[in-house]
């Protein structure tokens, strides 16, 4: 398959080519439409889905400190790490 691409978007790939992380542009292009194809697939909310579930947690009670759950998270982690070594 041979694309035309603009030269804005020819920029971006050579860039990321040249910054190391790609070894080639055929590997930006696939790195990209694997981006794509993940961030459809995860977006994939039917019409007015995303909204109501963002109301549903917002009435679902007082919101929780994320650092708090995680702090609580490592605590049981090394409890059952201690258990079990």
Known sequence: MNLSLPAH??????????????????????????SLDLQESSADFESGELERLLDEGEQSGKPIDADDVFREVRALRERHQTRAG
């Not at 978007?9 to 694997?34: F, H, M, N, W």
Request: net charge neutral.
């Open 9 to 34: 978007i020819q920029k971006l790939i050579e860039e990321r080519v040249r910054s190391g992380r790609y070894s080639t542009p055929e590997d930006v292009v696939v790195a990209a439409i694997a």
